[in-house]
């Protein structure tokens, strides 16, 4: 199990162990937050915060929200507005505590124009 937690302790998740690879995203947000995210069906992800501490980030009209706390301004993951357990749901791998993950490869997604991974 990886545990991550934002700066001051407020926001925190767990997942169940390594991710296939982490994502280096190129869009205007994921760019400023320094994200490196880690992707796990929602079902596997175990989300710990209370909703009045965080910021819930929609832009765009996307699916999704970026979840950052409100105290420390971490960006710790984001959360899809569909509800199946199916639904892949991302956390930002910087946020792990004791894990070191240099070992997974590390993919970047052109978020900023193709939609496309690089290195497809
Ligand atoms: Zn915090």
């Known amino acids: 199990m990886i545990e991550g ?4 302790g407020q926001v925190r998740w767990s997942v169940p162990g390594d991710p296939e690879w982490l994502t280096s995203c190129t869009c205007s947000y994921c760019a400023r937050a320094g994200a490196l ?4 069906p929602a079902r596997d992800v175990v989300l710990n915060y209370a909703p009045l501490a ?6 765009g009209g996307r699916s999704l929200a ?7 301004g971490c960006t ?10 199916d639904t892949r749901m991302k956390v930002n791998m910087r946020m792990a ?5 240099t070992h997974l490869s590390l993919r970047v997604f052109d978020g900023a124009d193709s939609w496309r991974y690089l290195d497809e």
């Open 5 to 8: 937690a934002c700066h001051c």
């Open 37 to 40: 995210w880690a992707a796990y």
């Open 54 to 59: 965080v910021i819930r980030y929609e832009h």
């Open 66 to 72: 970026f979840i950052s706390c409100g105290t420390c």
């Open 76 to 85: 710790t993951h984001y959360e899809s507005n569909d509800p199946a357990p």
């Open 97 to 101: 505590v004791n894990y070191d993950f």
